[in-house]
Nanobody, 121 residues
Framework: QVQLVESGGGLVQAGGSLRLSCAASGSIFSINAGGWYRQAPGKQRELVAA???????NYADSVKGRFTISRDNAKNTVYLQMNSLKPEDTAVYYCNVRIRTLTKVSGTDYWGQGTQVTVSS
């Protein structure tokens, strides 16, 4: 069974930094495309960063220039480096990763459990 485990969330002051990690484990062959989403109270879940299997990245306008998504295939882990954090970045962050397995080479999407990021003013 494939599992995604998120870590790295916490409380940080405005202007600070955090790095979120999303580690895949289980009967996987490799990770593929991935993304980070966030959901603040009373708001819809939104995509904040995405990375393709080839390494191309896209970001929401609200985080562009401050957040960086990356992937370490050797560790089966996707990261989100968050710099210059603002109070409006406060949300639960979820990773979504497409993971290739022997039974489904094309890949299957998996969600992390979510990690809370709180930015104080």
């Amino acid at each position: 069974q494939v599992q995604l485990v998120e870590s790295g969330g916490g409380l940080v002051q405005a202007g600070g930094s955090l790095r979120l990690s999303c580690a895949a484990s289980g009967s996987i062959f490799s990770i593929n495309a991935g993304g980070w989403y966030r959901q603040a109270p009373g708001k819809q879940r939104e995509l904040v960063a995405a990375i393709t299997s080839g390494g191309s990245t896209n970001y929401a306008d609200s985080v562009k220039g401050r957040f960086t998504i990356s992937r370490d295939n050797a560790k089966n882990t996707v990261y989100l480096q968050m710099n210059s954090l603002k109070p409006e970045d406060t949300a639960v962050y979820y990773c979504n990763v497409r993971i290739r397995t022997l039974t489904k080479v094309s890949g299957t999407d998996y969600w992390g459990q979510g990690t809370q990021v709180t930015v104080s003013s």
